[in-house]
């Protein structure tokens, strides 16, 4: 059986429509075929001119997790100080996407699986290049019943993140997504009306 | 009858490893509910903390098309030239990824539809946000007959789109997608093999 039809049992509709962002993950490993499947959708996807500059890392092996989620714990930390939050308590209470993000940094180690995305080449264009595997990704894990999230990482942690993999210099780390199966359900996103953030044929005249 | 709905009559699976840069299309119009379907897919993409900072123009306009079309072209040579090939006559004869991207610059403006894909913030970061939309947006093509490829415009052009389309200084054209039903077939890509651009824990050890 072929990837393809490992993802033959969800419609392309189901798996688009109760995509949602997972952050909270049972600690139950992940079998390396899903794994596998995973990333054979990955690297499907379009890519400038099929120059295919990517490199993926799954990470697998527990002190390699560890260390990766210290990381990006101290990472996570690093971007909220630049946007003037210092700690747990400047984080407003109650249910919101960064209190959500907040709990995801605590347990990030936790993931069974994570992927780092990476272009070979450093440059916005080799970036943005790597970002349709990631939906590619995300997608087939749904497919699968396994959620994760994208992540970024600080500048801070960078260089000891290219040390803990053996990226090279000349590679950019464009995004990193934990995987796991979720503690709580896949499902709708909300999301404004498609008349709010979609123009015909000018910015300013809404979509019908 | 929904979206999700119109879209499960196609698996996954089929979606994802049948999708492929369609860069020849068919004059024949898609019809409005195919469109809408198509933005309804892109906009349950993931994005940054659900902000959503993303603006979507869809160009249906005969002679909005055939504009954007002419500065497709004239921002297709750009770049070329930028890379020192001036003509048709610098680029290798047979078929190859720059002969068929050259003879979509030719042809852009007789796609029926193309989408803009605009990020409403100026970073970098900005713009990977809208990038799993344009992802789910040629799958959801693809669910419906429909091809079309990611291309990006040339700085040299990029005054004359915003005053064309009235985009605000702030917002940042990320993508432009042309989509048509395709001349030739949907069908399997050719990648390297995962083992090449997958490494297992670390950058340089093959994921198998």
């Known amino acids: 059986m072929t990837t393809a039809e490992r993802l033959g049992n969800i419609s392309l509709g189901e798996a688009m429509f109760t995509q949602r962002a997972i952050r909270r993950f049972k600690p139950d490993p992940i079998p390396d075929e899903?794994?596998?499947?995973?990333?054979?959708?990955a690297i499907r996807a379009p890519n400038g001119?099929?120059?295919?500059e990517w490199h993926f890392i799954v990470v697998r092996d527990a002190e390699k997790r560890r260390m990766l989620g210290e990381l990006y714990h101290e990472a996570w930390w690093a971007k909220r100080k630049d946007a003037g939050i210092n700690g747990p308590e400047d984080i407003p209470p109650g249910k919101s996407p960064m209190r959500s993000a907040m709990r995801m940094a605590n347990e990030f180690g936790n993931a069974p699986v994570m992927v780092l995305l990476c272009s070979t080449v450093r440059s916005s264009a080799g970036a943005g290049s790597v970002i349709p595997a990631?939906?590619?990704?995300?997608?087939?894990?749904?497919g699968f019943g396994v959620g994760g999230?994208?992540?970024?990482?600080?500048?801070?942690?960078?260089d000891r993140v290219h040390q803990l993999f053996?990226?090279?210099?000349?590679?950019?780390?464009?995004y990193c997504i934990p995987f796991g199966y979720p503690r709580g359900a896949f499902?709708?996103?909300?999301?404004?009306?498609?008349?709010?953030?979609?123009?015909a044929d000018h910015w300013a005249s809404p979509f019908q």
Chains 1, 2 share one sequence.
């Open 34 to 41: 899903v794994v596998r499947d995973i990333m054979e959708a």
């Open 49 to 52: 001119g099929n120059t295919q």
């Open 134 to 142: 990631a939906q590619n990704m995300l997608l087939a894990a749904r």
């Open 149 to 158: 999230t994208i992540t970024t990482l600080h500048p801070e942690v960078m």
């Open 166 to 174: 053996g990226i090279p210099d000349t590679a950019l780390v464009v």
């Open 187 to 199: 499902g709708p996103v909300t999301r404004k009306p498609l008349a709010e953030v979609c123009g």
